[in-house]
Nanobody, 127 residues
Framework: QIQVVESGGDSVQVGGSLTLSCVVS????????VGWFRQAPGKEREGVAA???????YYADYVRGRFTIYRDNAKNTVYLQMNSLKFEDTAMYYC?????????????????????WGQGTQVTVSS
């Protein structure tokens, strides 16, 4: 059974940085597409970033240039490095996995074809 487990959420000041981790089990991290979604209270879930089997990377427009997704195959882990954090980055962040990255990004990052979701890790950005 494939599982993903997130960690690394925390409270951070505006302009600060944080790195989230997503450990994949039940398969190798580079055998599918692994990415991140987030959901703020009262808002729809939205996509953040994804990394494909072959290493192609996808970012949502609102994080491009501030967030970096990367993986460590030896640790079976995908990371989300978040810099220049803004108040609006406050959300529960979820790791997600699909067979291919269109499973995550299709229909404007709807996530409706994601096959594995994590439990989430909270990121709070404050002044």
């Amino acid at each position: 059974q494939i599982q993903v487990v997130e960690s690394g959420g925390d409270s951070v000041q505006v302009g600060g940085s944080l790195t989230l981790s997503c450990v994949v089990s039940g398969t190798t991290v580079n055998s599918g597409c692994v990415g991140w979604f987030r959901q703020a209270p009262g808002k729809e879930r939205e996509g953040v970033a994804a990394i494909a089997t072959g290493g192609s990377i996808y970012y949502a427009d609102y994080v491009r240039g501030r967030f970096t997704i990367y993986r460590d195959n030896a640790k079976n882990t995908v990371y989300l490095q978040m810099n220049s954090l803004k108040f609006e980055d406050t959300a529960m962040y979820y790791c997600a996995r699909g067979r291919i990255c269109s499973d995550l990004t299709t229909d404007d990052w709807s996530g409706r074809r994601v096959t594995t979701w994590g439990q989430g890790t909270q990121v709070t950005v404050s002044s």
